[in-house]
Nanobody, 120 residues
């Protein structure tokens, strides 16, 4: 079982910055993709950014140029640096981590979510 602990959400004014963190712990052999998703009431969860084990990144068009995803493999942690935040970035942000446990079992874990609110 893999647990994810998120931190870094909060309230910020438009144009401001936030840095989200997500640390994975548990029975982990290797972590493949790590990503951030977000969801607002009444809408489906959407991808914000993802980073593969090889460091390849992919971003939603709505955040390109404003958001940077990174990972620290030694700490099993993924980060999301968000700059030039807009009110439409307001959402609950969820961390997702996929990989393999020590017995070869696949895991696909989600964090509990952290609220990001951007005021205009």
């Amino acid at each position: 079982q893999v647990q994810l602990v998120e931190s870094g959400g909060g309230l910020v004014q438009a144009g401001g910055s936030l840095r989200l963190s997500c640390a994975a712990s548990g029975i982990i052999f290797i972590i493949d993709a790590m990503g951030w998703y977000r969801q607002t009431p009444g809408k489906q969860r959407e991808l914000v950014a993802v980073i593969t084990g090889g460091g390849i990144t992919n971003y939603a068009d709505s955040v390109k140029g404003r958001v940077t995803i990174s990972r620290d493999n030694a700490k099993n942690t993924v980060y999301l640096q968000m700059n030039s935040l807009k009110p439409e970035d307001t959402a609950v942000y969820y961390c997702n981590v996929r990989g393999f446990g020590t017995r070869g079992q696949i895991f696909d874990s989600w964090g509990q979510g952290t609220q990001v609110t951007v005021s205009s």
